[in-house]
C-alpha cells in the first residue's frame, strides 16, 4: 500500500504546481529572460520540455534537502506565475493536467481496503462526520472573520468541508515515519475518501438551505435593494 501511496504523489505534486501558477505574487523576472530566449526558438515542444524540466528541477531540488516535492513544484508555480507566457504554458501542461491527476485519483483507489468498511463502520462514520462537521465550523468561522456573507460563508464551508488530496501524502509520509500502525492507515484513507463523496451531498444541502432564506434579509442587518421612485 506504501508504494501505491507513494506512487500517488505524482498527482498531488503536479497539483501543487497547479495551484502555483493560480497565485499572483510580485513580479519574479529570474526566469523570464530564459523563457523568452526559448519561445522565441518557436518550438512550442521545447517550451513545453523547459516548463516540465523547471518542475521537475524544483522537486527534486526540495526532495535532496529533505523536503516535500510538492513543496518545490509549488514554488515552480509561483516563479512561473507572473512570466508574460503564463497562458500559453497552461495550454502546453494541459494534456499532463488530466493525465496525472487521473493517476492520482486510480492509485488512491487501488489504496483503498474496503475491508474495513465493513469491520469499522462504526469508527469510519463517526471519523467522516467529525471531519465534515470541524471543519465546516472553522471554514465558517474564518469566512465569518473575513466578512464574507452569510450565503457566502455557507458555501465556502459547505463545499470545502470534506477532506482533502493532500491528505493521502501526508498518510504516505507519517507512514513511513511509523507514526500510524498498519491498522490505522486503511482507516484514515476509507474516512478521507468517504469524506470526498459526500461533496455533492454537502452542496444540496447548502443549496437547499440557501434557497429557503432566499428572500430573507442577511444576518449582518443588510436590507434588501429597494428602487427609490
Avoid: C
Avoid at 523547471?54 to 531540488?61: E, I, K, N, P, R
Avoid at 493517476?103 to 463517526?126: D, K, R
Avoid at 491498522?183 to 470526498?196: A, C, F, I, K, R
Wanted: proline letters at 3%.
Amino acid at each position: 500500500m506504501d508504494e501505491i501511496l507513494h506512487f500517488s504523489e505524482l498527482g498531488v505534486v503536479f497539483l501543487m504546481f497547479i495551484i502555483g501558477l493560480e497565485l499572483n505574487p510580485a513580479k519574479l523576472w529570474a526566469l523570464r529572460p530564459i523563457f523568452r530566449f526559448i519561445a522565441a526558438s518557436g518550438v512550442r515542444e521545447v517550451f513545453t520540455a523547459a516548463s516540465l524540466l523547471l518542475v521537475l528541477g524544483s522537486a527534486l531540488f526540495m526532495d535532496a534537502l529533505g523536503l516535500s516535492m510538492a513543496l518545490g513544484t509549488f514554488i515552480a508555480g509561483i516563479l512561473l506565475a507572473e512570466s508574460e507566457y503564463r497562458h500559453e504554458l497552461e495550454v502546453a501542461i494541459e494534456p499532463f493536467k488530466g493525465l496525472l491527476l487521473g493517476l492520482f485519483f486510480i492509485s488512491v483507489g487501488m489504496a483503498l481496503n474496503l475491508g474495513v468498511l465493513y469491520t469499522h463502520i462504526l469508527e469510519i462514520l463517526i471519523g467522516v462526520v467529525l471531519l465534515v462537521a470541524v471543519k465546516t465550523l472553522v471554514l465558517y468561522v474564518l469566512a465569518r472573520i473575513y466578512g464574507l456573507r452569510s450565503s457566502e460563508r455557507l458555501q465556502f464551508a459547505g463545499v470545502l468541508s470534506q477532506g482533502g488530496e493532500f491528505a493521502f501524502v501526508l498518510f504516505s509520509a507519517a507512514s513511513s515515519a511509523k507514526l500510524f500502525s498498519g491498522d490505522q492507515l486503511p482507516l484514515l484513507l476509507v474516512t478521507v475518501t468517504l469524506s470526498m463523496m459526500t461533496t455533492p451531498l454537502l452542496m444540496q444541502g447548502v443549496d437547499k438551505i440557501l434557497a429557503r432564506r432566499f428572500n430573507e434579509p442577511e444576518e449582518d442587518g443588510e436590507k434588501p435593494f429597494v428602487e427609490d421612485d
